[in-house]
């Protein structure tokens, strides 16, 4: 069944069951309610990536119903899972993989505070040094676009090519995180709701103080390179290194009318619209 080497199965074993447990993360800090949040993982050492099927109940998540795609985002048939549809954000996901090869986790999540200032098309201000230790500035806005193919992709894309954050807002719909890998965007979808409330609170009672600029800097800088310890992926890695403009590719979104397009076919609401 296996068309990939010894070596590529276990980090895609890995990926399966990292990007499967991650998702307890999501309801755990309250950034999602029913199935409004996916986690996705690249497989290490392989044009593939592992996503979560599509508005199936974060209990029923398991290594072995995750989904495999390539960077296409087109499934790969015949490997666990691939009978059922992959995440309605897999085109996104997959435009994020191939345009930022550092990239190698990507989160969505509605998380209320996040949301809201993405509602609102406003950028978070950097006003808080866990921010511009996180994020090194402001939580930049990226452009309102539709669901399901990869314009959420190019979104993302473009607005973090070149910033420091690893988080978007992407206009009226929500925060997308990149990381490192999947549990580095996880924090990173974590900490951006945590300062999306915090500087929400912050505002209703008076006027926000910026912080210096060079400040931000030499905080960010000192987070990223010192903070921790030396093996954490943050200062070993690539995450929360400011990416820079990487070639674009064409996008290619999963073939619409494959049975593998986002939502699970045998759903009681398709039933219900097919017979309207
Ligand atoms: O934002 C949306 C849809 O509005 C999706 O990301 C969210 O509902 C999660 O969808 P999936 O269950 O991953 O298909």
Request: net charge neutral.
């Amino acid at each position: 069944m296996s068309t990939y080497g010894p070596q590529v199965e276990v980090a895609i074993a890995r990926v399966r069951a990292d990007v499967a447990k991650l998702h307890a993360e999501l309801t755990r800090y309250g950034l999602v309610v029913w199935t409004g949040g996916n986690v996705s993982g690249r497989v290490p050492g392989a044009d593939l990536f592992v996503i979560k099927p599509s508005g199936v109940s974060y209990d029923e998540l398991a290594p072995e119903n995750m989904i495999l795609c390539d960077l296409d985002g087109v499934v790969i048939e015949g490997t666990p899972g691939a009978d059922r549809s992959p995440s309605s954000d897999t085109a996104a996901h997959a435009y994020v993989y191939r345009n930022m090869p550092e990239v190698g986790g990507v989160v969505h999540t509605h998380s209320t505070f996040a949301t809201a200032w993405a509602a609102r098309g406003e950028e978070i201000p950097c006003v808080i040094t866990a921010m511009a230790d996180e994020f090194g500035g402001p939580i930049p806005v990226g452009p309102f676009a539709i669901i399901g193919d990869d314009s959420i992709g190019r979104g993302i894309v473009e607005t973090l090519s070149g910033h420091r954050s690893r988080a978007v807002l992407m206009r009226n719909h929500g925060p997308f995180t990149i990381g490192s890998s999947a549990k580095d965007a996880v924090k990173a979808a974590v900490m951006v709701e945590d300062v999306a409330r915090t500087v929400h609170l912050a505002r209703e009672a008076g006027p926000l103080v910026p912080i210096p600029q060079d400040a931000i800097d030499r905080l960010y800088d000192r987070y990223q390179n010192v903070y921790g310890q030396a093996s954490d992926a943050r200062r070993s890695g690539t995450a929360g290194k400011p990416a820079g403009r990487r070639p674009k590719t064409t996008g290619k979104a999963p073939d619409g009318a494959s049975p593998k397009t986002p939502g699970q076919a045998p759903d009681a609401r398709r039933k219900v619209a097919d017979r309207r």
